[in-house]
């Protein structure tokens, strides 16, 4: 793994207070997204490193800001987030503004990855459906949400790895990437069953959770009368997300070379996480999972080998 300092000087990040900024964002994915931070550090070049922890650390506030409270309260402050970050893109972000590091990195990687601004702006214009969000009540309702929301969150760092248009598979990029995004966000809803439900919102559709006998009270106190069902539930959703990955597992051969690791990394954790979730069933009611770390590790080496590999050939 390159040094950090190393990694900005190579993406062309010479100016200090650049620098602090990006450093900034840095400690925050570390303490929110370790895995995926270890997975771009050991499997991206060097000169990506600051891009996608700037976008990362911007997808992680926007959620932290419309994440809790009454939905009147959400849907304000990201009316007040949307203002600031479009502004920033295009004048630069106000100096005395608390937010000031993370939009100057932000605006600093759309400046060095001009495709990147019309990602943030679908982005921004999705996220009023994560703030309104209170569960689905259909299946229906769930894949809106993932072409309104989730797919354009994943597409801020996946714009930064995509082929090039000359290469003509860029609709099977985006397809690939929505097929990849569906299955990780049924498994994160799984995994976070137990603590969405004290929210009182989950993100298993109220038919599927009637079509297995199920009811949102059942989960939100817990019953332990309904464990046996929910896992039959978590199996069935379990299998859909296994069905969205089989649909993804092309992706890495439609990137440039040097990315393939980490993206082949993205699909087997997400595969990892399956078989955790698999694992705990309807005892997913008093807690959520992830993946192991061991397990985790162990992949993320091998890929790392694959990725060193490919530098001494094309060297």
């Known amino acids: 793994m390159p040094r950090w300092t190393a990694a900005l000087t190579e993406a062309g990040i010479t ?5 602090r900024a990006y450093d900034a964002q840095r400690e925050v994915v570390r303490k929110f997204a370790l895995q995926q931070y270890l997975a771009a550090r050991l499997l991206l070049p060097a000169r990506l490193h600051p891009s996608v922890v700037a976008v990362v650390a ?5 959620d932290e800001r419309i994440d809790a409270g009454d939905p009147v309260a959400r ?4 009316s007040s987030w949307d203002r600031a970050v479009r502004t920033s893109l295009d004048a630069g972000p106000r100096p005395e503004t608390p937010d000031a590091a993370l939009l100057q990195a932000l605006a600093d990687t759309a400046r ?6 019309a990602h943030v702006h679908d982005f921004l214009d999705g996220a009023p459906v994560e703030a309104d969000w209170t569960g689905f009540d259909t299946e229906a309702d769930f894949q809106a949400y993932i072409d309104s929301y989730s797919l354009p969150a994943l597409m801020l760092t996946a714009s930064l790895i995509a ?4 290469a003509g598979v860029g609709d099977s990029f985006r397809q690939g990437c929505r097929a990849l995004i569906e299955a990780w966000q049924r498994a994160d809803f799984l995994s976070d069953l137990a603590e969405d439900a004290e929210q009182s919102r989950i993100g298993i559709a109220r038919e599927e959770l009637a079509a297995h006998g199920l009811t949102f009270e059942d989960l939100r106190t817990k019953s332990q009368a309904c464990v046996p069902a929910l896992g039959r539930l978590v199996d069935a959703q379990a299998d859909l997300a296994e069905e969205a990955l089989s649909r993804c597992r092309e992706l890495p051969g439609l990137v440039e070379a040097p ?3 980490f993206v082949r990394a993205l699909i087997s954790v997400q595969d990892l996480q399956l078989q955790a979730v698999r694992r705990k069933g309807g005892s997913l009611l008093h ?3 992830r993946p192991p770390i061991a397990a985790t590790l162990r992949l993320l080496g091998r890929q790392y080998l ?3 590999s490919e530098q001494r050939r094309v060297r």
């Open 306 to 308: 694959a990725a060193r």
């Open 58 to 62: 911007f997808m992680h506030e926007t």
């Open 112 to 117: 060095r990855h001009p495709h990147l601004t």
């Open 15 to 19: 100016d200090p207070n650049l620098r």
């Open 287 to 289: 807690g959520g999972v």
């Open 163 to 166: 082929p090039a248009p000359e």
């Open 75 to 78: 849907k304000e402050e990201l």
């Open 259 to 261: 990315y393939r690791p």
